[in-house]
């Protein structure tokens, strides 16, 4: 059974400051890998779509990599902003008819 | 950009009530799921829809919950009696096949049962 993970839970880092986020799933086995974005009571945001044969994916500060066979992905942000403050979660498409999201990792970014 | 429009944004029922949350899809997409995210708590998938059938559902998809596709371009979610714990956000999806394509999300609706 396909289960994500996302560590950590939550994040605060002052604004200006590199972070990295993590995402973990159990079967290497997937289509491919989406990170999304969701503020407070809002809809779900996508970010970057990696493909199962790509390594890493770029949009302007963000940067998503994936290691397939080791089950693992970050998302790299750049030079954090106020802005960036919300949740972000990680999403594993092991068939067509099903994604499977990790519990999210809410970040703060601090002025 | 194409989007997933979802109608309402937020729906107040009572208890008992039978509900219909509407979903827009985008036009060429072939997959079209529902998810549902409890306040504070981890989106949880709950169906997919494909062919004009129901491709997969989980646990929580018991019979009170329905779908249909009724006229090629609304996809819909009934819940027959709402509990209260049906409160939740909801939301659709539609994405296309294979791995190159993104699942696109809806803003959700917010369902409170009382």
């Known amino acids: 059974k396909q289960e994500v993970t996302q560590i950590p839970a939550a994040l605060s880092v002052p604004e200006g400051e590199n972070l990295v986020l993590n995402c973990s799933f159990t079967d290497s086995a997937i289509y491919n890998l989406q990170w999304f974005r969701q503020d407070p009571g809002k809809g779900l945001t996508s970010l970057l779509l990696i493909q199962s044969s790509q390594r890493e994916q770029t949009s302007g500060r963000l940067n998503a990599s994936l290691d397939k066979s080791s089950g693992r992905s970050t998302l790299y942000i750049a030079a954090s902003q106020p802005g960036d403050s919300a949740t972000y979660l990680c999403?594993?498409?092991?068939?067509?008819?099903?994604?499977?999201f990790g519990k999210g990792t809410r970040l703060h970014i601090l002025p | 950009e194409p989007e997933v429009t979802q109608t309402p944004s937020h729906q107040v029922t009572q208890m008992g009530q039978e509900v219909i949350l509407r979903c827009v899809p985008i036009?060429?997409?072939?997959?079209f799921y529902w998810y549902r995210q409890i306040l504070g708590q981890k989106v949880e998938f709950l169906v997919s829809f494909y062919n004009n059938e129901i491709s997969e559902k989980s646990e929580i998809f018991d019979d009170q919950f329905s779908v249909e596709r009724p006229d090629g371009s609304n996809f819909t979610l009934k819940i027959r009696s709402t509990k209260l714990e049906d409160s939740a956000m909801y939301f659709c999806?539609?994405?296309?096949?294979?791995?190159?394509?993104?699942?696109?999300f809806g803003q959700g609706t917010r369902l409170t049962v009382v």
């Open positions: 999403a594993v498409r092991p068939r067509d008819d099903k994604i499977i």
């Open positions: 999806a539609s994405s296309g096949t294979g791995g190159v394509t993104e699942a696109f």
């Open positions: 036009s060429n997409h072939l997959y």
